[in-house]
């Protein structure tokens, strides 16, 4: 198993409801989730218990949250984060070193609370996944660990779903993260290992939204 842990979604909302779901407090998962014991079934970890997974879920906003994840990635480190609002949806793409329970069940249960600011009825999908180098899987790779399906008045896990539309939607947004490890990267080999790390790519618009940086 890969150590680097993924989150991505991209979910159709206007740009007044992204900046109002910034500011929506963590959900209680259970009130959100419709089966929130069923995070793994039917994919890479099928058969593994949820146990105390939902009770490190963090009390934050998204815009609290994704913020500090921006400022650890200033100050060099691991966690990345890709977060825009661009052609009229949310946009999410993050990647967590290691399996840390409280990020990405924090990330997961506020991505399920983006569901009443949606643009469509339909549901849109949040995928989990851990890939070496943070690439999305093929839509019928057997290496997805988890889906959550997303809809206005609540979301679920789902154990089988053609995940085709959701991998050709997270292109660009993969491409993106692709672009600020890349940027990344070259900002560490030119760093003259004098004095403290620190860099303001993980800022950039090209990477977050501005709104995710100003206080609400």
Same mark, same amino acid.
């Given at each position: ?36 014991? &069923? ?13 105390? !997974? ?35 949806? $949310?946009? &999410? ?17 506020? $991505? ?7 643009? &469509?009825?339909? !549901? ?6 851990? !890939? ?85």
């Amino acid at each position: 198993m890969s150590d680097s842990f993924m989150v991505a979604a991209r979910i159709p909302m206007t740009r007044e409801a992204f900046e109002a779901w910034l500011d929506t407090p963590t959900p209680d998962p259970a009130a959100v989730i419709a089966n929130p014991t &069923a995070v793994f079934d039917g994919w890479y970890w099928d058969g593994r218990a949820v146990e105390d !997974e939902w009770e490190s879920v963090e009390t934050t906003t998204p815009r609290e949250y994704f913020a500090d994840r921006v400022g650890w990635a200033c100050d060099g480190e691991p966690e990345t984060t890709v977060l825009l609002h661009r052609d009229g949806a $949310l946009e &999410a793409y993050l990647f967590h070193l290691g399996y840390d329970e409280a990020g990405v069940h924090t990330a997961l249960a506020l $991505l399920a609370a983006a569901g009443p600011h949606k643009s &469509a009825d339909a !549901e849109d999908v949040v995928l989990f996944w851990a !890939e070496t180098s943070g690439s999305l899987w093929r839509p019928e790779d057997k290496g997805w660990l988890a889906v959550l399906a997303v809809g206005r008045t609540g979301a679920r896990f789902v154990a089988d779903l053609d995940l085709a539309p959701a991998v050709a939607a997270l292109k660009p947004v993969e491409q993106r993260f692709f672009e600020l490890v890349d940027r990344l990267g070259e900002a560490e080999e030119s760093w003259d290992s004098e004095g403290e790390y620190r860099t303001g790519i993980p800022r950039e618009e090209s990477f977050v939204d501005p709104a995710v940086l100003r206080a609400g």
